[in-house]
């Protein structure tokens, strides 16, 4: 299991969110959850480039940040399901914003994170 070898920073707004929200797949998950994909099964399949484990770990992240429960259900096989606590309602929408943000500037993000891309992949042929 993950152990932190250092203490966070927690001087501020911005750090309290990254250290809430920093991993991979967490806005998506809040999002998704939101939308009614409560099942983790559901999520894998809204998010099939992350592994089960990952989001598994993200989940029991943003559980632990009591922005989202579980609840498991009593039956053969069991069940779990996720929802958004209200304090997690709260950012949906900042990460409605955020989404908003990235649809007006789509062209020059693609074309920033395509040319960071391309630099590292050719930074890599140079050193083979």
Known sequence: MYERKTTPN???GLDLIGEVLYG???IRLLWFIDQGYQRPSELQRKIPD???????????ELEDHELVTRKIYPVVPPKVEYS???FGKTLIPVIAT??????EHEGR??????KQI???D???TLNL
């Open 84 to 86: 958004l606590t209200d």
């Open 50 to 60: 992350a592994s089960r484990r990952v989001l598994n770990i993200q989940l029991k």
């Open 24 to 26: 991979k797949w967490k």
């Open 109 to 114: 993000l693609r074309e920033v994170i395509l």
């Open 98 to 103: 955020l989404g908003q943000w990235s649809d």
């Open 122 to 124: 050719s930074g890599d």
């Open 10 to 12: 927690l001087n501020c």
């Open 118 to 120: 391309l630099i590292s």
